[in-house]
């Protein structure tokens, strides 16, 4: 069976500084990995995703993950918040065939100060 | 590009009223997945289709059924609604038969409030 867990359940940062929200996963078989954020009282937004290939991965607003087979992890980063990045943050996997089911982290409340 | 479809995007309901949640997934997509997300919580898998069978079920109350049409859309049917029903509901759909990639694509969600 496939988890993800998400080390941090707040993580507070000033406006224009860098920012890591982390990401664990525990699977036997390789795994489609994602972060998606969710603003409040909003659905969910896909920011990237790693299926295959170049292990660092760009996604929108200027957010990147780096996935690393041997610690399992796929950490989130940015190099300069702004305040309209104060959101939810899910990390999530899922199987690359089948049909299966995405499974979610907790969730990383990112709360960026000015 | 046509992405996932889901009314309505807010219900109201009262306690032991019946609520009916609708999604239509991309165009050739032949897999359906539906997610609670409680107040505060990660999205939870409920149940999902392929070919108009069930294929996987999560944590998915007995009031709750839900099926996949001829024309791959979905209808998630909860009946004796509670007030911890409340949630935002995401319908996700991917396209398995051909043996591509499983990547799913979530929808924005239905709303609904139980009062």
């Known amino acids: 069976a496939q988890s993800v867990t998400q080390l941090d359940s707040q993580v507070p940062v000033f406006e224009e500084a860098p920012v890591e929200l982390r990401c664990n996963y525990s699977s036997s078989v390789s795994v489609y990995l994602f972060w998606y954020v969710q603003y409040p009282n909003q659905g969910l937004q896909l920011l990237l995703k790693?299926?295959?290939?170049?292990?660092l991965v760009k996604g929108i607003n200027g957010f990147e993950a780096e996935f690393n087979k041997s610690q399992t992890s796929f950490h989130l980063r940015k190099p300069s918040v702004h305040i309209s990045d104060t959101a939810e943050y899910f990390c999530?996997?899922?199987?690359?065939?089948?049909?299966?089911?995405?499974?979610f982290g907790a969730g990383t409340r990112l709360f960026v100060k000015a | 590009a046509a992405g996932v479809i889901q009314s309505p995007r807010h219900l109201i309901k009262e306690k032991r009223e019946t609520a009916t949640l609708k999604c239509y997934p991309i165009p050739r997509h032949d897999t359906v997945y539906w997610y609670q997300q409680g107040p505060g919580q990660d999205p939870q898998f409920l149940i999902s289709?392929?070919?108009?069978?069930?294929?996987d079920k999560g944590s998915i109350p007995d009031r709750f059924s839900a099926q996949q049409f001829s024309d791959y859309h979905s209808e998630l049917n909860m009946s004796s609604l509670e007030l911890g029903d409340s949630a935002l509901y995401f319908c996700?759909?991917?396209?398995?038969?051909?043996?591509?990639?499983?990547?799913?694509?979530f929808g924005p969600g239905t709303r609904l409030t139980v009062l």
């Open positions: 996700a759909s991917s396209r398995i038969r051909d043996r591509t990639n499983n990547e799913q694509f």
């Open positions: 790693y299926l295959s290939g170049s292990t």
């Open positions: 999530a996997v899922t199987l690359p065939l089948g049909g299966f089911k995405t499974i």
């Open positions: 289709f392929y070919e108009k069978m069930q294929s």
